[in-house]
Nanobody
Framework: QVRLVEAGGGLVQTGDSLSLSCAAS????????MGWFRQAPGKEREFVAA????????GYADAVKGRFTVTRDKEKNMVYLQMNTLRPEDTAVYYC???????????????????WGQGTQVTVSS
């Protein structure tokens, strides 16, 4: 069974940094486009960042552009989200997701993603 497992969430203060990781259980994920989404209480799940299968192309939501960086390590079958200068409005459960299409393009729409992790909580105190 395909699994995505996020790690690295926690409680931090405004201005701090956190690094999230996402481990994929199958080698086939190496060539899948991957994305990060988040969901705050009472709000819809929203796009945060995405990365192409090669790692060459990346996309970010305007709210995180310049503060967050998405990367992937294909040898380790991992995807990362480096979050800097965190703000209280970044508080949410963060999910990694994969589009089950080898060499496909990433998407900013949650409906395009086929596999999801269980999420990791990020809380930023003011």
């Amino acid at each position: 069974q395909v699994r995505l497992v996020e790690a690295g969430g926690g409680l931090v203060q405004t201005g701090d940094s956190l690094s999230l990781s996402c481990a994929a259980s199958r080698e086939s994920f190496i060539n899948y486009p991957m994305g990060w989404f988040r969901q705050a209480p009472g709000k819809e799940r929203e796009f945060v960042a995405a990365i192409s299968w090669s790692g060459t192309y990346k996309g970010y939501a305007d709210a995180v552009k310049g503060r967050f960086t998405v990367t992937r390590d294909k040898e380790k079958n991992m995807v990362y989200l480096q979050m800097n200068t965190l703000r209280p409005e970044d508080t949410a459960v963060y999910y990694c997701a994969a589009i089950a299409k080898r060499f496909g393009e990433y998407s900013t729409s949650a409906t395009a993603y086929d596999y999801w992790g269980q999420g990791t909580q990020v809380t930023v105190s003011s």
